[in-house]
């Protein structure tokens, strides 16, 4: 299971109204970040505020005043689609200090490793009586063939024997069964 990673809004310089020119202070450090649910934003200001908006609220700056101050405010991402923040004090707000974050659905775990097949047998099978034999032989397939194409490794071999000794085993294991 993915832990949620908790992010600090504007880095190190925390929430702050943007400088002039710089209204895409906010979109440019979001950019560089894939957001997921459960991870979490926190905004660290001084005598400023910050409240979620819906998506009307952020492009209009249309925004329900709160009290300045310093502090910060955390906010857990708890579903997907896109999230909207803007000071609460609309020139801020106009001047950029908005943010719009699309969050994603939690990535699936990663899938679990195969199982690692057990060792090769050196029991071989012979094709005339199926019975094992204690002498490696040619597997079947090689004994009579002539297509001419050759086994993409020298491992081929030994892990068809593996196979058939295994495949023989299972199908005693059943006939004794009946």
């Known amino acids: 299971m993915r832990m949620g990673k ?26 560089g970040i894939r957001f997921f649910v459960d991870d979490s934003i926190e ?6 505020s910050v409240i979620k908006v819906d998506k009307f609220g952020y492009y209009h700056c249309n925004v329900t005043a709160a009290p300045s101050g310093d502090g910060s405010a955390l906010f857990l991402l708890n579903k ?9 004090d ?10 719009m974050i699309n969050v994603e659905a939690a990535p699936s775990p990663a899938p679990a490793p195969a199982p ?12 005339a009586t ?16 002539t297509s001419g194409a050759s ?3 020298s491992l081929a071999p ?16 059943i006939l004794r069964e009946w």
């Open 6 to 31: 908790r992010y600090i809004v504007g880095g190190p310089d925390g929430w702050t109204k943007p400088p002039p020119g710089r209204m895409d202070m906010y979109a440019k450090w979001a950019a």
């Open 43 to 48: 905004f660290v200001y001084t005598n400023d």
């Open 80 to 88: 997907p689609g896109f999230a909207y923040f803007s000071c609460a």
């Open 90 to 99: 609309v020139k801020h707000c106009k001047m950029g200090q908005r943010l």
């Open 116 to 127: 690692v097949p057990p060792p090769a047998s050196s029991i071989a099978i012979t094709p």
């Open 130 to 145: 199926g019975a094992p034999s204690s002498s490696p032989g040619p597997a079947p397939e090689e004994a009579g063939s």
């Open 151 to 153: 086994p993409p490794s």
């Open 158 to 173: 030994g892990l068809l024997l593996a196979f058939s000794a295994t495949a023989v085993a299972m199908m005693s294991s």
